[in-house]
């Protein structure tokens, strides 16, 4: 498959248990954060969003936490499974009139069975 | 299927022999955009377009050019590669003026020689 990056941090988890990813954004003007997910040979996919005027957005088995006072950013996966392997990306939205956005370097999630 | 393709996946070439990768979307979005994907680095925007006739640069535009003749196609153009160039790219695209989810395309890994 493709590497999106070779040394990219990395978070080993085993089956079952709860991943936080965590990201610092740049910019405190950012009004739209997303959450994305590449595995190995494909393209980014969208996981959850939020945006600035909320803390806390939850999906199935995914939350993301927003804490604009350290620009940082959070994406909880519960129960992790071995198919929740692969690089995850923050991106911040840029606050331009139109979508800008600027992504993380991204956190490689590695599930153990 | 809603979805974003790009053509081709692969493709070895040789430093200065022009290029162009295509990328095409069928959801109707108004806003489509080149990315290229390095170890390290993230995803960086090399182009952009907010619809039909109307592109902007990027970050990363040096080297590149692009055309939006029809709503649906995006192509990203290398008029005389480097080995520089040599990267993993990736089209979206996402609907305007909302900050909506960006599609992304599968990728193309392009090797300069």
């Known amino acids: 498959g493709e590497s999106v990056g070779l040394h990219l941090p990395t978070l080993s988890v085993q089956e079952g248990d709860n991943s936080i990813i965590n990201c610092a954004y740049s910019?405190?003007?950012?009004?739209?954060f997303i959450w994305y997910k590449q595995e190995s040979g494909k393209g980014p996919q969208f996981i959850i969003d939020?945006?600035?005027?909320?803390d806390k957005r939850q999906g199935q088995r995914v939350t993301v936490l927003l804490n604009k006072t350290v620009k940082h950013l959070s994406l909880q996966i519960a129960a992790t499974q071995p198919g929740d392997s692969a690089v995850y990306f923050c991106a911040e939205n840029l606050d331009t009139g139109f979508q800008k956005l600027v992504f993380g370097t991204g956190t490689r999630l590695l599930v153990s069975p | 299927e809603a979805q974003v393709t790009q053509n081709p996946r692969y493709l070895i070439t040789v430093t200065g022999k022009k290029l162009t990768v295509t990328c095409s979307q069928n959801m109707n979005h108004e806003y489509m955009s080149w990315y290229r994907q390095d170890p390290g680095l993230g995803l960086r925007q090399i182009y952009y377009?907010?619809?039909?006739?109307?592109?902007d640069k990027g970050d990363v535009p040096e080297g590149y050019k692009v055309s939006r003749k029809e709503k649906r196609n995006f192509p990203l153009i290398l008029e005389s590669p480097s080995p520089n160039q040599t990267s993993l790219y990736f089209c979206?695209?996402?609907?305007?003026?909302?900050?909506?989810?960006?599609?992304f395309g599968p990728g193309t890994r392009l090797t300069v020689l």
């Open positions: 910019n405190s003007a950012s009004d739209y």
């Open positions: 979206a695209s996402s609907y305007l003026p909302s900050t909506d989810t960006q599609y």
């Open positions: 939020i945006r600035s005027n909320m």
């Open positions: 377009s907010m619809n039909v006739e109307v592109t």
